[in-house]
Structure formats: structure tokens, C-alpha cells
């Protein structure tokens, strides 16, 4: 059952309604935090198999969101095949939260590698295979007709940071159905990674995710934000704008495949951005540095996942609507928000813009 909004709420998943601390041991400290959900490790008494919890509320400022919570776990559900997309074990329900135990392991956010130094960066060999992956783990959600809508560093995990293993992409929180028949119009998102359509609450398509994915690996390979201004506004002219810098100083020692591979996505009109299926032809994906060839398209691996997904990601918290945006990092440093936002209401034509649009 999907709502006008693109918001799933039937899901085949039992929630489990016996004290999930009867099952689970919490482990360590917090994992993570957000407005309205914590993430804990914890620990299965039975199979002592480390796992993530995400405590999620239920009611948020004074509403019952428990039909978004239904709609994580639908979408979780759709993608349940993929290697490349958190996996989800179990679900609890108390009077006031929903608990997901999901996969957990100890690579973190690829956000730490794109702001590392030099030594410990991603080489651009490292961005092709990680790339092709968050590829195909987006393709399962779009050939379910899902968009993630919040593709970004901080919801890229990895299996293991050293050596540099498998991503899994996180939090769902706001994923929508999309289809042929009803549109999807929602100013929702990160804003230096949102898609110029979803600024002017024109429909949201899966064409949307690529725009996100091309901020994504450009952040990736040059440890740089394109879009992000000094507030939230000038991002979102830069954005609008497509204000991208490709000059040579910020993509030294990166090839030309790889800037044709973004630039083919940071366009403007989404009806001419590539699909998924096309990114992965596209020559920068095809051979490594080394002219090797690649990992073989999702379609050819094992549908399955392997043992060593046991060892996936803690998801990060849901990130949810905040006052205020973060103190960016220095010059020449990654300039990054880890927050989403959403409104209520269209945005006012472009030069009326005038105060802070987060709300």
C-alpha cells in the first residue's frame, strides 16, 4: 500500500513485540545519534552475532510517524537480495519505538576516507570499484521503483576501512515509491547533494539519485563539495545554477574518464542524465587504472549474500529536520553537512530567497 507521497506502509517483515533485550545485549557505546533515532551496537544472545540497532521514535513533534518507519522497512524488504544495501535481521516494537536490528560492521562512514589525508584518501582506483558498487546497490532500489533521495558519503558504510572492503548504503528514512502513474513532489534531502528538481518542487525520479551520485563521487575522488556555499542559500543558488568547478587544481592526478563520468550527471534536466544501467557502462567504470577489467555487473554475481556480510556497516541515524546547518571545515578541507531537511512547502521563486530555508 503506497500513499500519494510515494510512502510504502505494508511490509511482510513480523514485528516482534516480546522485549527485544530478552534476544539482544547492548554492547559499547552509542554508534550514533539523531533528533528522533539512536544507533546501538548490540550482540544476539544466541549466536553472539554482532548487529546495529536503530531505536527509532514514533511520535515526532507531537505527530505519529510510524507509517515512515514501515516505509524504511519496506524498502529494506525490496532490496533484501542486494549485496550492496544494509541488510535487515529483525524488527521490535515498544509503545513509544520501533527497534531495526540491522547488519553491523566496523569499516564507518566512506565520509572518513573522503576527508582523510593524502595517504589514507581513496586513490581513484579505489572510487571506480567503491563507485560501481553503490551503482549497483542503487539500481536494486530503482529497478523496485525506489529513490533514496539522500545518497551521500555519510550513507556509504563500508564492511572494513583496512583493508578497504565492500559498501553497504544506509538509512532509508527518506526513500520514496515512484511511479508512472501518481507524482512525487517533496523538497526533502542533504542540501549540497539535492538535485536542482527537488529545489523547485518539480517531480521527484530516479534520475534524482544520479544527480546525488555525481556530487557523490566527486566528493569522493577530490575530498571537495561542489554546490556547498557559505549558507544554506548559496548552496542552493550554486546548485540551481549547476556552479560546478572542474579546472585542473581540484582534479589533479584524476583523469578526464572520470570528470566526463560526473559531468555526465550533474546536469540540469534530469530527463538527460544517464540511468544506473548506463553509468555502468560508461568507460571510466569499465577498467581500472591499470586496464583491468572490473567486477562484473550485479546481474552476474551471486544474488545471495556472502558470510562475510555479517561484518556490514552501523547505519547511521536518521537525520531529520534541523534549525541550523554545521560549521564547515577549512579551505582546501572537505566542506560537508551531515544534515537532511524538509519542508512542507514549495520554495519561493529563486530571488526570493531571502532567509534560512531549513525549518
Known sequence: MMNRNGVVTKIRTRIRTDPFKNNYDLVGKELGRGKFAVVKKCVEKTTGKEHAAKFLRKRRKGQDCRGDILNEIAVL????ANPYVVALHEVYETTT???????CAAGGEIFNQCVADNDEAFTEKDVIRLARQILMGVACLHQNNVVHLDLKP???LLTSAKPLGDIRIVDFGLSRRVDSVSEVREILGTPEYVAPEVL???PISTATDMWSIGVLIYVMLTGESPFLGE???ETFLNVSQVNVDYSQDVFQGISDLAVD?????LIKNPRKRPT???CLTHPWLRVDSHHHAVEAPLDEQEASQSESESESPVPSPELVVIPSYPTWLGQGELKTGRDTFSFTE???PRPEIQQELIC
Not at 77 to 80: Q, T, V
Not at 97 to 103: F, G, P, Q, T, V
Not at 261 to 265: K, N, P, T
Open 261 to 265: 563520468f560526473i559531468q555526465s550527471l
Open 276 to 278: 544506473v544501467e548506463e
Open 97 to 103: 519505538e520501533i527497534i531495526l536490528i540491522l547488519e
Open 200 to 202: 523547485d518542487y518539480e
Open 77 to 80: 524488504e525490496s532490496a533484501k
Open 231 to 233: 549558507e544554506n542559500q
Open 346 to 348: 514549495p520554495f519561493p
Open 154 to 156: 555519510q550513507n556509504i
